[in-house]
């Protein structure tokens, strides 16, 4: 996915943009850089990976190196970012959340038609950021530049620029599919994907920009360059999984959401009979632990953590890029506490399933452990379709997700015309994949959160939410 923070003030702001923008390595997981501009060096950029160690520890010394009273960091799961761009419209940096998915089709429509031209990365592939860049700076200001660009972008951009007066130019992506928030505080203000990012460095709300608004930011002030639209597809997926606990989206606390997504799975299980006799309810940590609390609490069943997730050595953004080490991996970070998982019937919930490879470790972990019954749940509802809206941190095939690889091998392509169906457990389709799944992965019982069952849970109108990922629907 990817996380940005930014800072303008009347003052040097490099440790309050070091401080916030590792806030956002819950976001992503391949690369970092950090930009600033002061008056006595004008602007500056530093990038590291991030594959085999934290932000922090690749930029603890960003402060010798680097200086300026308006800044910006980018945790990005894409290409290196941001990027210092001389253009028509001057000296920038820039950086941007979201995906380009017709990066081809824009260079040999807009680029080399006039002579332009693209630095090219190994086996030719195109730095996104510098494709957008390269976008805005066909027309005469940034506001037409960012509109244009986001208009004829296939994907999303939420775009942060810094200037080389200092000021910041965010533009929330035209759908609102990520949150862009600005806070305030004395002589400075900050933009952050994360508003608990600016909140713990003394920043207070101010504004949060709606689908394709554009502000230029002041330490001062804010300007509002291009005014929101109506239509807005707040990322549903932000809520269940990707958002951290003490994120607020659109007025919506993450964690809040995640006890009623529970308890309203808890209900609709109780109210149609198909509750399971268990001993206790269990999260697969971390993510699934809230959404636990929150079943265990409406079925009146005891929450036990049966395992723990060990995490100082292996964190979630530090995974081997081989299939086989992160399975390894995941299984070595499980550890159990036997005496609540010896000869009792379990449920997990989980905040999704996608591929069910991990899964199926942590199955049999359990079962090793002498689990008499493993019921799981999944705190969404299954995962019919890849994102293509979103760079998230490993982009799953269609083919690899298991709800539509079981469909196929179920119904073959005639199953894909009953998405909705399978979907629903309610139904002779949606049964027949949730028995085939369990016994794939090895559960005693499957069930999946419903997809107006998560909109409940948020609490918007589904009118405002991408669901895409779930039901195929733009």
């Known amino acids: 996915m990817g996380g940005y923070f930014a800072v303008t003030s009347e003052r040097d702001c490099l440790s309050d943009?070091?401080?916030?923008?590792?806030?956002?390595?819950?976001?992503?997981?391949?690369?970092?850089?950090?930009?600033?501009?002061?008056?006595?060096?004008?602007?500056?950029?530093?990038?590291?990976?991030?594959?085999?160690?934290?932000?922090?520890?690749?930029?603890?010394?960003?402060?010798?190196?680097?200086?300026?009273?308006?800044?910006?960091?980018?945790?990005?799961?894409?290409?290196?970012?941001?990027?210092?761009?001389?253009?028509?419209?001057?000296?920038?940096?820039?950086?941007?959340?979201?995906?380009?998915?017709?990066?081809?089709?824009?260079?040999?429509?807009?680029?080399?038609?006039?002579?332009?031209?693209?630095?090219?990365?190994?086996?030719?592939?195109?730095?996104?950021?510098?494709?957008?860049?390269?976008?805005?700076?066909?027309?005469?200001?940034?506001?037409?530049?960012?509109?244009?660009?986001?208009?004829?972008?296939?994907?999303?951009?939420?775009?942060?620029?810094?200037?080389?007066?200092?000021?910041?130019?965010?533009?929330?992506?035209?759908?609102?599919?990520?949150?862009?928030?600005?806070?305030?505080?004395?002589?400075?203000?900050?933009?952050?994907?994360?508003?608990?990012?600016?909140?713990?460095?003394?920043?207070?709300?101010?504004?949060?920009?709606?689908?394709?608004?554009?502000?230029?930011?002041?330490?001062?002030?804010?300007?509002?360059?291009?005014?929101?639209?109506?239509?807005?597809?707040?990322?549903?997926?932000?809520?269940?999984?990707?958002?951290?606990?003490?994120?607020?989206?659109?007025?919506?606390?993450?964690?809040?959401?995640?006890?009623?997504?529970?308890?309203?799975?808890a209900e609709n299980e109780m109210k149609n009979g198909d509750l399971p006799e268990i001993d206790y309810i269990g999260g697969v940590p971390d993510s699934g632990t809230p959404h636990a609390?929150?079943?265990?609490?409406?079925?009146?069943?005891p929450f036990a953590r049966a395992f723990i997730k060990y995490t100082p050595t292996w964190a979630r953004s530090f995974m081997p890029d081989n299939q086989s080490d992160r399975n390894r991996v995941a299984r070595m970070k499980q550890l159990p506490i036997r005496e609540l998982i010896e000869g009792k019937k379990l449920m997990f919930v989980d905040d999704s399933i996608v591929r069910g490879t991990q899964m199926r470790e942590t199955v049999e972990f359990l079962y090793e452990n002498g689990a008499k019954q493993v019921h799981m749940r999944s705190a969404s509802p299954p995962i019919m379709c890849s994102c293509k809206y979103l760079n998230f941190s490993r982009q799953t095939d269609e083919k690899e997700l298991i709800a539509r690889r079981v469909i196929l091998s179920l119904e073959g392509e005639e199953g894909l015309s009953h998405l909705d169906e399978y979907s629903d457990g309610a139904t002779e389709r949606g049964q027949k994949l949730r028995r085939a799944i369990s016994e794939e992965l090895g559960f005693d019982s499957l069930d999946f959160q419903s997809v107006d069952g998560i909109v409940r849970a948020i609490g918007m109108e589904k009118c405002e939410l991408c669901t895409y990922c779930w039901d195929g629907k733009e």
Not at 58 to 83: E, V, W
């Open 293 to 301: 609390i929150g079943y265990a609490a409406a079925a009146g069943i």
């Open 17 to 265: 943009v070091f401080f916030g923008t590792d806030y956002h390595s819950h976001l992503g997981t391949s690369n970092a850089g950090m930009a600033a501009w002061s008056r006595e060096d004008g602007l500056q950029r530093e990038i590291h990976s991030i594959k085999t160690a934290p932000f922090r520890t690749k930029f603890a010394s960003i402060m010798d190196s680097m200086r300026g009273t308006a800044a910006m960091g980018i945790i990005s799961d894409s290409d290196p970012q941001p990027l210092l761009i001389r253009s028509r419209l001057g000296c920038f940096a820039v950086g941007f959340t979201g995906i380009i998915r017709n990066s081809d089709e824009l260079v040999e429509k807009y680029i080399l038609p006039d002579r332009g031209h693209l630095d090219a990365m190994g086996g030719g592939k195109i730095n996104s950021t510098e494709l957008l860049a390269s976008l805005i700076s066909l027309k005469d200001t940034f506001t037409e530049g960012i509109v244009f660009a986001q208009e004829v972008i296939d994907g999303t951009a939420c775009v942060v620029i810094l200037r080389e007066d200092g000021s910041i130019i965010a533009a929330r992506d035209r759908f609102g599919r990520l949150p862009v928030h600005i806070g305030c505080a004395e002589g400075a203000r900050a933009v952050s994907f994360e508003a608990f990012a600016y909140q713990k460095l003394g920043f207070a709300d101010e504004y949060e920009l709606g689908p394709g608004e554009i502000a230029e930011i002041y330490p001062d002030r804010i300007g509002i360059l291009s005014k929101a639209r109506s239509e807005k597809k707040l990322c549903a997926f932000l809520f269940s999984y990707y958002g951290y606990p003490t994120s607020t989206y659109e007025g919506v606390n993450v964690e809040m959401m995640r006890y009623a997504n529970g308890r309203i799975m």
